[in-house]
């Protein structure tokens, strides 16, 4: 395939009609006005798996996004990286709280709906369950994440999630209540903001055109007569607070664990409020007010509330710029978004208390065991792909950026959680040796927070 040459080339984008992460880069790239190539990725035929794909994706996932020498996989990276090279429109507000509750809002669709229903997952619950428990699964997840960004966008929603501007949060809005409905039947009468948004989408022909059944690989792609609507973008304003930072957290918890990487690389006191997720504290109604998802980590800032680790986290690096957690590079800043996204949204979902504990309820231990061993191996060697080129001491070079964030805690999970043989993933060992000497991350680890049972220390 031949994918390098003029910086000036066309776009390429890989893509499969159906894919709501392709979708999502459809809205983006035509928001921008930029034309693109589309290449169709059969995923039913698994053409995916075919090993030039690979080579571009080692994920072996759509989308997949070329620009010139630049390759980069992952739906949120792929956005992240577009609205960074073309900026306008911005696909972010300037505020920092409305920038946190639009990588939220999009984290909880990349990483905490989409991958509990993509297809391989929902076919493997139909293979070791039955068909009722798969449509039952599917039900529970997006009905979990939409009443989530429901109570998320109640305060801040206008005609679109943020505001009366398009942002982040409505491509991925848009493309997942769309599957829902079109793909899954969800009704989503139960969810006023996300319809009333959703509404609103449909009447612009940006939105109309990026709909699966109008792409070139559609099995019948319904011919329309689109009008033309204009959009309008403004950055906002608003004003920030300076109160003491407070983290909800669990010792265990990955996701955790990179916040308080962040925290500690940017110099951050916190208040650190324990949250037994063995006890199930994170149901609890006091809890899910802070993070409706019923997850950790949560942060508080003043009259700032985010949850999600990498909507913190993005928040952090806005708000205390230094040290920077993303390089100046825009390839290298796709390298660290896309890293960070593997581990998001590829493998921590699968490896997640409350999937383990449904896998082990309506499967079985040893094929949980199992299954979260194949997440870690298919996302450790996309990652070792990814970062062999660009890997110096730590994932992208000589200074710690957002991939690491991610990436230590994931490494330390695996080794140390799950006991995965890191043998045939040699970067990633050297990057997990590096973080090893550094106090920082000596200091984040699960085993030395207060909430962890004195016999790990
Ligand atoms: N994408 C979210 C995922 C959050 C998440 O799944 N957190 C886990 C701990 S690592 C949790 O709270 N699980 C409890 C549960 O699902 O009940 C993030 O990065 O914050």
Redesign the pocket.
Known sequence: MAYSGEVKEKLKLYSYWRSSCGHRVRLALSLKGIEYEYIPVNLLKGDQFNPDFMKINPMGTVPALVDGDVVISDSFAIIMYIDEKYPEPPLLPRDLHKRALNYQAA?IIS??IQPYQNLPVIRYIEEKTNAEEKIVWINNVIRKGFTALEKLLVNCAGKYATGDEIYLADLFLATQIHGAMIKFQIDVEPYPILAKCYEAYNELSVFQDAIPAKQPDAPSPAKLILSSSSLHFRANSGSEKKEKLKLYS?WR???VHRVRIALDLKGLEYEYIPVN?RKRD?LDPGFKKINPM????ALVDGGVVI????AIIMYLDERYPEPPLLPRDLHKRAVNYQAASIV?SGI?PHQ???VMRLMEEKISDEEKTVWVSNAITKGFTALEELLVSSAGKYATGDEVYLADVFLAPQIHTAVNRFQINMEPYPTLVKCYESYNDLPVFQNAVPEKQPDAPASTS
């Open positions: 984290s990483s905490g669990y918890s990955s996701c997720l994170q019923g997850t950790v980590p949850s999600d680790s990498f998001l921590q997640n208390l409350a």
